[in-house]
């Protein structure tokens, strides 16, 4: 009998192909897109949808600039892949304000002058919007005392923040007062919740580093 080939997978692109379309759901628009399969999601935001708020700096996912929220999560964009986000939803610094006006983040980074140049300011707003959901669904970090009871929201102390933003830097060395602005918007009662949600999350490389900002 002649051996048989493997059927394709019916949901891959087909063998050879260079571009895949995917549809990716960036600040609650779905986008139907056609991409070379190693187009990053950045380039993609910045590129192909001309969202520029998400900045590229070191592409190398060193810096945090680029952060955005997949699905919730906190990922650094040049490092996914946009064709293996495919059905993901996005939210860019372009996606935190509503219709109610700004982010409460938005409000305490203004309040407290937490920037200077402004370039790592939209992946530090995007960080710690994921941040804060983190804290408050009881994900430890490396400072989280023992003592805290599994599971139950984490107290975002100063050095919790600094811990947490760690993979977050700023080259004009605004991180006293990033520090203080988070901690402002962790205790404004209007703070909406970022859902998380599970898909895709293995393609998600999440933010946070061994960095320690001061
Ligand atoms: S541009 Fe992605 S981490 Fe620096
Ligand atoms: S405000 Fe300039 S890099 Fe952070």
Not at 19 to 37: A, E, I, Q, Y
Not at 172 to 178: K, Q
Request: overall charge negative.
């Amino acid at each position: 009998m002649e051996p048989t080939a493997s059927p394709p997978d019916a949901a891959g692109p087909p063998p050879g192909a260079t571009r895949s379309t995917v549809t990716l759901h960036v600040n609650g628009v779905p986008h139907r897109l056609t991409l070379d399969h190693r187009t990053t999601a950045l380039d993609a935001l910045r590129v192909h949808l001309g969202l520029t708020g998400t900045k590229k700096g070191c592409d190398h996912g060193q810096c945090g600039a680029c952060t955005v929220l997949v699905d919730g999560w906190r990922a650094n964009s040049c490092l996914l892949l946009a064709v293996a986000l495919d059905g993901s939803a996005l939210t860019t610094v372009e996606g935190l304000a509503d219709a109610d006006g700004l982010h409460p983040l938005q409000h305490a980074f203004m309040e407290r002058d937490a920037f200077q140049c402004g370039y790592c300011t939209p992946g530090q707003l995007c960080s710690a919007a994921g941040m804060l959901q983190e804290a408050a669904d009881g994900h430890p970090s490396h400072v989280t005392p023992d003592t805290v009871t599994p599971g139950a929201p984490v107290e975002l102390t100063a050095d919790e923040i600094r811990e947490r933003m760690s993979g977050n830097l700023c080259r004009c060395g605004a991180y006293p007062r990033i520090v203080e602005a988070i901690g402002d918007a962790t205790a404004h009662p209007a703070a909406p919740p970022v859902p998380h949600t599970v898909h895709g999350i293995g393609a998600v490389s999440v933010n946070g580093g061994g960095r320690t900002a001061s």
